[in-house]
T-cell receptor, first 114, second 109 residues
Framework: DTGVSQDPRHKITKRGQNVTFRCDPI?????LYWYRQTLGQGPEFLTY????????KSRLLSDRFSAERPKGSFSTLEIQRTEQGDSAMYLC????????????FGPGTRLLVL | AQRVTQPEKLLSVFKGAPVELKCNYS??????LFWYVQYSRQRLQLLLR??SRESIKGFTADLNKGETSFHLKKPFAQEEDSAMYYC???????????FGAGTILRVKS
């Protein structure tokens, strides 16, 4: 296992288009997180799953954003009708719940909306 | 409200000098505090957490609940310490992390 992977690594799209990102967590991890990072800021929490269940969503996650983790393994994050303000790095992290939970981050998907 | 503040965007020191990266937080309860590091062209990774009370790569951090601070310290900086450092907190039961804006540490030779 080489760690958390994300695909694609880079995405350029035009305003109004839909985009979908994928995250493959470390195989034994039951939690999966999505964060967004804009220039000069730290990562901001978007949502997380424990197994298949989406347990929390941030107010940052507008109705144009949807995330799924259908079989409790990989996850997808879809942004509909993209806006220029959606341009950011989208980070995925996974962990095993419990004491001393440690989140392991993927390399991120950099989105540019033109 | 949960918030993490890192007042310095950039800290530049000479090799061998002491380093202190500042972190202050606000949280109503007992958070868990972390330092994450991102080296050039690498992914974000955990450096240390307050409950471990350990030294990693010569770095230590002490949680001061009275001052709501979790400053990261190293007595003698090395060039390979140059990186972006993020302070973060989570609730006592884990789950989401709240990050500060980060501090770039630049160690000059």
């Amino acid at each position: 296992d080489t760690g958390v992977s994300q695909d694609p690594r880079h995405k350029i799209t035009k305003r109004g288009q839909n985009v979908t990102f994928r995250c493959d967590p470390i195989s034994e991890h039951n939690r999966l997180y999505w964060y967004r990072q804009t220039l000069g800021q730290g990562p901001e929490f978007l949502t997380y799953f424990q197994n298949e269940a989406q347990l929390e969503k941030s107010r940052l996650l507008s109705d144009r954003f949807s995330a799924e983790r259908p079989k409790g393994s990989f996850s997808t994050l879809e942004i509909q009708r993209t806006e220029q303000g959606d341009s950011a790095m989208y980070l995925c992290a996974s962990s095993f719940s419990g004491r001393r939970e440690t989140q392991y981050f993927g390399p991120g998907t950099r989105l540019l909306v033109l | 409200a949960q918030r993490v503040t890192q007042p310095e965007k950039l800290l530049s020191v000479f090799k061998g000098a002491p380093v202190e990266l500042k972190c202050n937080y606000s949280y109503s309860g007992s958070p868990e505090l972390f330092w994450y590091v991102q080296y050039s062209r690498q992914r974000l990774q955990l450096l240390l957490r307050h409950i471990s009370r350990e030294s990693i790569k010569g770095f230590t951090a002490d949680l001061n609940k009275g001052e709501t601070s979790f400053h990261l310290k190293k007595p003698f900086a090395q060039e390979e310490d140059s990186a972006m450092y993020y302070c973060a907190l989570s609730g006592p039961n884990g789950n989401k992390l709240v990050f500060g804006a980060g501090t770039i540490l630049r160690v000059k030779s």
